[in-house]
Every structure is written in C-alpha cells, then in structure tokens.
C-alpha cells in the first residue's frame, strides 16, 4: 500500500529527482515477506545454516568424542539432560552435537547436488528449447529416460563399486536429478522465445548470446529457484535415507540417516532419543525448505494463486 | 509533405509457407500458406497502410521484410539490395535501417529490463553510444515519446499500455532507422490513447523523415494514417491504391466486402452492406485461381482456374482481379 502510495504522488513529468523503479524480484520479496509459513520455513532454513556454519561454537563435545572411555558406563545411552541435551549414544557421544555436525553433512549435499543438476538441467534444458527439433528430441528422449530411471539403485551400484566419500555421493545424485530442472527450463525457454521481446531483440541485431542471456535467462529464473529450492529438500532425504540404508555417509560420520538406522535397534527399548532427534531434524530442514518453496512460487508468479 | 517517388523498399513474390508436421517421424505432411506470392512496394517518406482480416499473412508478411522469419521464396529490394541474399552480419548492420513497433505492448518489453536498459540496448549492440552519452541519448529518445526523465529506471510492469506502447517506439527509433514497420501498433490500446500514439506516430514521422509499413484490422485507423492503402486476402495481396482513391472507389469485390463493413457513425445514414459466404477458407489448401474466387458472387469459370495478377487500372491503382 505504502508502494503504491508513493508513485501516485509522483505523477508523470512532475517528479525533479531520479526514481529508481522497483524490480520485479524486489515485488516478489515484499510479497514473499507477508506470506508467513514462507517465512517460517526460510526462518527454520537459515537457523539449520546457522547451526552447521557455527557447530563448533555452539557444542560442547566433539561429534567423535565416545564419553564412555572417561566417563564410564553412565555415559552409554544416558537419556536427555543438562548436560547432554539430545542424551547419548551406546558409545557414549553427544546427540546433540552430532546432530548439529550432521546438519554440515545433510546441507552440503542438498546443496552441492542441487547445484549440479541446475547446472546440467538448466543447459541441457535451454539447449532443447531455444534450438529444438533433432536436439529438443534427444534432450527430452535423455529426460525420459532418467525420469523412467530406478534411482536408487544407481546409486546404491555406484557407492557400492566406488569408494564411498562426500564427492561421490552428490556427483551421483547430481547426474541423476537434473530432469526435472530439464523440463522446467525447456518448458519456459520455449514460451519465453516465442515473447514479442525476444523478437524485438532479434529485430535490433542482438546475437544469440545476448537473447539467451539478457532476455531469455532472466525470465526463467524464478520457476527454477523455486523448484531448486524444493529440490533441496528432497535431495536431504534421498541422502537420509541412502545413509540409513548404509550407502550414504559412512560412519563414524555422523549423517542423521545414519543415526536413525543405529538409533533404531534401541527405540522399541525405550532409548528414543537416539533415532529421534536426527529425525526431528531432517523433517524440520525438510519442511523449512517446502515451506519456503511454495512461499517463493506464490511470490514470484502472484497469478498462479489466484 | 514532400513525396519523394523513389521506391524506398520493393517486396516481390515473396512467399512464406510453414511447414505441417506430423506423424511419429514428424514428416512434413503439408504446409500453411502464410503469405503466398505478394508484390508490393513502399516509397521513402511515405505510409503504406496493409489491411486484411485476421490470418491472412500481414503480420507474417511484416517479420519477413525484416527476416524475423525466413521468406520460403521471392525477393526484397531495400534501397536496391535484396536482403534476402544477405548474410548474417551484413543482415546485422541492415538491421539499423529497419525497425519494428509490436502490437501488444505486455508481450514486446522484457520485464527484467528497465526502461533505461531497454531503450539504449540497440545502441549497446550497435556500439552507438557509452555511458553518460548512451544515457543522454535514452532520455532525449523517452522525452520525444512523451516520457520523462523519471522514467529511465522504472520497469515496464510500472506503466500503463500506452506508456509502454512509447517505449517500444522509443526503443525502434534508437538506431535512427527509415523504415518502420508497425504491426497492429494501436489495436491493443484503449481508443482514448490510440488517437495519441497515433499523432505521435506522424509527428515522428515528419521529423525524422520515416517510412511505415502501417499493418492493421482497423480500417479507420488505416484510412487515418496511410498515404497508401494495400489490401491482403488469404497471404495475397488484391488491391493496392493511393487511400482516398481506394477507400472511394474500391474495384476489388473483397475490398467492397471489406469497406461496407465500415461502420459510419450517424444512425441516419442507410448503406448497402456487403455480406460475405461462407468462411476465409484455410491457408493450407487455398482454392486455384483466385484465392477469393469461392465467396465471390462475380465469379466466372476462369477465376478458379488462372490466378489474377496484380495490374495498373490507372493512377498507380493495382487491382488483382479477373473483371478489370
């Protein structure tokens, strides 16, 4: 309101000193700021970052650290407390801490493998529908394929035939979750092309280069930060749930899919906390990033809502 | 104003056809004819106006002057030159004499983009002018359109069609072209600022000496506007005369279909209306001959049979028809 508010007042050729237009990405952060579970979601996001940045800060013990070699047997499972928070595992290590190191693992690889297969989907996209025919059909036939694809087992062959490490792990989920990304860019590419503005770029001599670039990139931006975004979140349990079956993270690391897979055997005997906690933290970091996702799609195409 | 006789752009037998695709190996099983054999040609300074209704190749007539598309056949003379025997590069440079106005003013601005951006991109390209001078030209360029120095920075969601439709005005007459093509320029505007652009069009036009290729529906607006009107039916031109000449004594049955449609504004006034049969039949099987000879009530044997060409009845008034 505020907003509009003041352009009124600066009525066309009255106005002496220069306004600066607000940008769409600028509409879309005000937007995104009223919509309070995105901004729930974006606060639990960027506590989980915060938490895996400062780890060593805001823990006491080391996430190797087994207590039970100096503090004896009192430290083996002890159940939550002052002094151990989350309580301890059966060798005597902080839950806490742990979880709190596990959120470096879970948010690197979210991250690093989103970012790969925004990079191969983007391009490989793009390339389908700016040039389309013979590329276009064999790009889309290659999605096709990976979508079809049973993707765990792919990754479960190569962590099996590969030494497992960090790298491999997002490399693998990386080159097999860019589909989706493919067909999003595609999809936009080839309605953006077809926009009078592109033309009027081609009509003022403008390159190829430039029309993907300048006019063609930037409009597709946002559909893709939104589906990375949601990415994110499914890619953290993919991880989670390949390092519960043990393929992911090898222990001693501690991953919280992992944890929940050690914790398991303990639950039903009333030694919860173990399993517990790493999942509370993999569906808070999950549900940050869904929320925060649809919070983003509702701001950046305010039509869809309506 | 002064008109020079010189032939600025001349279009002949320039055909467009899209292929058809179909079938699991996506052959090629026809194809629409978009625009199909139109000679014409525009004198410098001069407006020439291309009416026609709906589907009938003017808008795609317009992207293949300026190559947008690619011509399927045929040959355009600018200032002598075909361009369509141009490559890429030379086409690059072309590019600064011929300019293009959209219709639908939503559609032909990149929303990322401010205004400032926008305007000075052709210079960009073309190398025309840097910093402090490129801004200096964007602003001189937005205060002859009508806008003004607070503008530069805003985006296009932040201004009204009109505003936008003066921008992309702005944005074509940055290369300081000659020719402009204007396709549908006002139809997507409100009629109380279509009279606007409009004047503004032909104030531009007086000073910086332009040429327009005036494509549009709306006759009235056409008739406003053009020195020369030039009729299109079914991707064929069938009329082309000097305006008051035309719109007075129109000789082509279609273009007399055509203008009765006119609505006159006095209740008063009682005129014959023209109705047509049937529909504009499809642009990928058009019928032999004559492309107009199924809704023509003159229509003899040999309309379906030999295609008319376009012939001088007179006073540079062509006509493409079997009854003159």
Known sequence: MEAKTEIKNIAPGRAKRKIEGRSLWMDAWLRLRKNKSAMFGMTLVIIICLAAIFAPYITRYDPYDQLIWKEGASAKLAPPSAAHWFGTDVYGRDIYTRVVYGARISLQIGFAATGISVIIGVILGSLAGYYGGFIDDIISWLTNVIFAFPFLLFVLALVAYLPPSLPLMYMSIGIISWASFARVARGQVIQVKGMEYVEAATAVGGGDGRIIFKHILPNILAPIIVQATLEVGSIIMLESSLSFLGFGVQPPKPAWGYMINEGRQFFLSGQWWWSVFPGIAIMALVLGFNLFGDGLRDALDPRLKQ | ?324
């Open chain 2, 1 to 324: 104003m002064m008109k020079n006789q010189e032939k600025l752009l001349e279009v002949k037998g320039v055909k467009k056809y899209f292929p058809i695709k179909g079938g699991i190996l996506q052959k090629t099983v026809g194809y629409v004819k978009a625009v199909d054999g139109v000679d014409m040609f525009i004198k410098r300074g001069e407006t020439l106006g291309l009416v026609g209704e709906s589907g009938c190749g003017k808008s795609t007539l317009g992207r293949v002057i300026l190559r947008l598309l690619d011509a399927t056949e045929g040959e355009i003379n600018y200032g002598g030159k075909n361009i369509l025997k141009l490559k890429k590069e030379q086409m690059r440079e072309m590019r600064k004499k011929m300019q293009i106005i959209f219709q639908d003013p939503y559609a032909s601005l990149n929303p990322r983009m401010t205004i400032g951006d926008i305007v000075g991109e052709p210079m960009d390209i073309f190398n025309l002018a840097k910093g402090q001078e490129k801004e200096e030209k964007v602003l001189e360029l937005l205060h002859v359109v009508g806008l003004g120095t607070q503008h530069i920075r805003r985006y296009p969601h932040e201004f009204s069609g009109g505003q936008r439709q003066r921008i992309g005005i702005a944005r074509a007459l940055a290369v300081d072209p000659e020719l402009i093509i204007c396709d549908e320029p006002v139809s997507a505007l409100d009629v109380s600022v279509r009279s606007q652009v409009l004047n503004l069009m032909q104030e531009l036009q007086e000073k910086f000496s332009l040429t327009y290729l005036f494509i549009s529906h709306d006759l009235s607006v056409v008739k406003h506007i053009s020195d020369r009107v030039s009729v299109m039916y079914l991707g064929k031109v069938v009329e082309i005369a000097e305006k008051n000449e035309l719109y007075d004594k129109p000789l082509h049955p279609y273009t007399r279909a055509l203008l009765s449609a006119i609505p006159i504004p006095d209740p008063e006034v009682k005129r014959e209306r023209i109705i047509l049969e049937g529909d504009v039949p499809s642009p990928v099987n058009p019928p032999s001959g004559c492309h107009f000879n199924t809704r023509c009530k003159y229509a003899k044997l040999e309309c379906s049979k030999i295609e008319p060409q376009l012939k001088d009845v007179g006073s540079e008034h062509f006509v493409a028809c079997h009854l003159f």
